[in-house]
């Protein structure tokens, strides 16, 4: 059955010997050179407590207490930055998955030390936070939060590393423990030199676990690469209320005053939550999908001014969208859309200052003792396609309908931003620009 929504993340992250010091290495049993996994599920106390960040200067102020809310409100800002520059260098459509970032980054705060470790956890924007003294809080509360969010089935959300390692490349086994422990890591030894095979075999091992979704992902490969991580996100989301595609016409979609194109418009009447935005001029719908989950959907009021919109894009933001909405009944249409998007992050991330990583100055002494390595690239791309379809469940109950200044009538036939998250931890998992349904 096709579902209301479909996402595919996958990143990839290469690192190589910037310094000739490499040792031999013993010969590997069979368990390391197939594909290890390790599930562990790891409950969740129930007295966490939701704090907002306040507007002192960081040396000014406590820092805030350790809880996976404050995890992700921050690893939220962390999206909305990367967003922002991207979104600041590409005028067409948008899509990328701040939890796949996080996911890599936070791998990477096992194997850094140092400047490198410092520069991952102030980009993430958990400096603010206390810090426990050890570099594996951060990692387990992410492990935390990926359990919790996979396991519900309603929710259909799967995540997953894999990591590709060249022959006679040496990982310490502390790394190689603890991201089994923390990422369900799965390890794989490859031959880089032999780049043929190489590519085939990850290739072939991205499309298994994607379910057919990205045959191809690296269509050349460097022989020097001694690592190379891989993180997915599949997302297969099915609305609460699905739209009837009785009701899908061909309608005009105006991307600006000059041009237009014909799309799959998707049309439902039905009781949503929504909101004005006085200040930002904008109307922001919220739709849901089974499983705690659900995608705001923001159109200007104006055609273009999605990029105002963008530069104040924030938790804070969101957090007020949603504590705005009433329930109403409205007519919705809404365009078909699928998007595939693939974003080289290397240049991103150094604006927002993960710099020493990049360069012969990286310090990732706990990921290796051979030499000098430095992260080459990374890599993220994603898919998203929305249709009408989903599963009917019990209708949205406990929001009153109030009249507000919002029209009866909400017609998406021009840009707009969209963001899924996931609602018990407010994990932002996705967030996008669709200027042009009709391109991938």
Same mark, same amino acid.
């Given at each position: 059955?096709?579902?209301?929504?479909?996402?595919?993340?996958?990143?990839?992250?290469?690192?190589?010997?910037?310094?000739?010091?490499?040792?031999?290495?013993?010969?590997?049993?069979?368990?390391?050179?197939?594909?290890?996994?390790?599930?562990?599920?790891?409950?969740?106390?129930?007295?966490?407590?939701?704090?907002?960040?306040?507007?002192?200067?960081? %040396?000014?102020?406590?820092?805030?207490?350790?809880?996976?809310?404050?995890?992700?409100?921050?690893?939220?800002?962390?999206?909305?930055?990367?967003?922002?520059?991207?979104?600041?260098?590409?005028?067409?459509?948008?899509?990328?998955?701040?939890?796949?970032?996080?996911?890599?980054?936070?791998?990477?705060?096992?194997?850094?030390?140092?400047?490198?470790?410092?520069?991952?956890?102030?980009?993430?924007?958990?400096?603010?936070?206390?810090?426990?003294?050890?570099?594996?809080?951060?990692?387990?509360?992410?492990?935390?939060?990926?359990?919790?969010?996979?396991?519900?089935? %309603?929710?259909?959300?799967?995540?997953?590393?894999?990591?590709?390692?060249?022959?006679?490349?040496?990982?310490?086994?502390?790394?190689?423990?603890?991201?089994?422990?923390?990422?369900?890591?799965?390890?794989?030894?490859?031959?880089?030199?032999?780049?043929?095979?190489?590519?085939?075999?990850?290739?072939?091992?991205?499309?298994?676990?994607?379910?057919?979704?990205?045959?191809?992902?690296?269509?050349?490969?460097?022989?020097?690469?001694?690592?190379?991580?891989?993180?997915?996100?599949?997302?297969?989301?099915?609305?609460?209320?699905?739209?009837?595609?009785?009701?899908? %016409?061909?309608?005009?979609?105006?991307?600006?005053?000059?041009?237009?194109?014909?799309?799959?418009?998707?049309?439902?009447?039905?009781?949503?939550?929504?909101?004005?935005?006085?200040?930002?001029?904008?109307?922001?719908?919220?739709?849901?999908?089974?499983?705690?989950?659900?995608?705001?959907?923001?159109?200007?009021?104006?055609?273009?001014?999605?990029?105002?919109?963008?530069?104040?894009?924030?938790?804070?933001?969101?957090?007020?969208?949603?504590?705005?909405?009433?329930?109403?009944?409205?007519?919705?249409?809404?365009?078909?859309?699928?998007?595939?998007?693939?974003?080289?992050?290397?240049?991103?991330?150094?604006?927002?200052?993960?710099?020493?990583?990049?360069?012969?100055?990286?310090?990732?002494?706990?990921?290796?003792?051979?030499?000098?390595?430095?992260?080459?690239?990374?890599?993220?791309?994603?898919?998203?396609?929305?249709?009408? %379809?989903?599963?009917?469940?019990?209708?949205?109950?406990?929001?009153?309908?109030?009249?507000?200044?919002?029209?009866?009538?909400?017609?998406?036939?021009?840009?707009?931003?969209?963001?899924?998250?996931?609602?018990?931890?407010?994990?932002?998992?996705?967030?996008?620009?669709?200027?042009?349904?009709?391109?991938?």
């Amino acid at each position: 059955m096709k579902t209301g929504i479909y996402l595919l993340l996958l990143s990839k992250v290469c690192a190589e010997i910037t310094k000739a010091a490499i040792k031999p290495e013993s010969p590997t049993n069979e368990k390391e050179n197939s594909l290890m996994e390790v599930n562990k599920k790891v409950n969740i106390s129930e007295d966490w407590h939701y704090h907002k960040n306040n507007s002192k200067p960081f %040396e000014e102020r406590g820092l805030d207490d350790f809880t996976l809310y404050n995890f992700t409100e921050k690893t939220a800002n962390f999206g909305f930055n990367i967003y922002r520059k991207i979104a600041m260098t590409h005028d067409n459509n948008v899509i990328i998955s701040p939890l796949s970032v996080s996911a890599l980054m936070s791998a990477y705060m096992l194997a850094a030390e140092g400047e490198t470790y410092s520069q991952i956890v102030k980009a993430l924007n958990l400096h603010t936070l206390k810090d426990r003294g050890d570099h594996q809080h951060l990692p387990s509360l992410f492990k935390e939060l990926k359990d919790n969010i996979t396991m519900n089935e %309603e929710l259909l959300l799967e995540q997953g590393t894999l990591s590709f390692i060249h022959k006679d490349f040496r990982l310490r086994e502390s790394f190689l423990n603890l991201s089994k422990q923390y990422f369900d890591m799965e390890f794989q030894r490859v031959d880089f030199q032999n780049f043929t095979q190489a590519k085939s075999d990850i290739n072939q091992s991205i499309n298994k676990r994607t379910r057919g979704k990205i045959p191809e992902l690296f269509e050349e490969l460097d022989g020097h690469n001694k690592l190379l991580l891989v993180d997915y996100v599949v997302f297969k989301g099915k609305w609460v209320h699905p739209f009837n595609s009785k009701f899908t %016409e061909i309608e005009t979609f105006h991307i600006n005053k000059y041009r237009s194109v014909e799309v799959q418009m998707m049309f439902k009447s039905d009781k949503i939550n929504s909101t004005f935005d006085d200040n930002l001029r904008c109307t922001v719908i919220k739709l849901p999908y089974r499983g705690k989950a659900h995608m705001l959907i923001v159109i200007p009021e104006k055609e273009g001014d999605y990029i105002l919109l963008e530069d104040h894009l924030s938790t804070e933001l969101v957090e007020s969208w949603l504590g705005n909405m009433k329930m109403r009944k409205v007519d919705i249409s809404l365009p078909k859309f699928k998007l595939q998007q693939k974003y080289k992050m290397k240049k991103l991330l150094h604006a927002l200052g993960i710099k020493n990583l990049f360069t012969r100055r990286a310090d990732l002494s706990h990921l290796t003792d051979e030499g000098h390595v430095a992260v080459s690239q990374i890599v993220q791309k994603a898919v998203i396609e929305v249709d009408e %379809e989903g599963t009917e469940a019990v209708a949205a109950s406990g929001s009153e309908i109030t009249a507000f200044t919002m029209p009866p009538v909400i017609k998406v036939d021009q840009p707009f931003l969209f963001m899924i998250f996931e609602e018990t931890f407010k994990t932002l998992l996705f967030i996008g620009r669709v200027v042009d349904p009709t391109e991938m």
